[in-house]
């Protein structure tokens, strides 16, 4: 979940993964988002 407007970000991460694999996808997609929350456009890195 993201709300840019609040500058929110949320993974259900470990709660709702089977495995740990889907854990991790979902944290790194919330690590990515954050990032983009907080770097200005000209600073981002892929």
Do not use: C, F, Q, W
Request: net charge negative.
């Amino acid at each position: 979940m993201v709300d840019k407007e609040n500058k929110v970000v949320s993974t259900p991460a470990y709660m709702l993964a089977n495995r740990i694999s889907e854990a991790a996808d979902g944290i790194e997609r919330l690590v990515h988002e954050v990032l983009a929350l907080i770097v200005e456009p000209s600073e981002a890195v892929d």
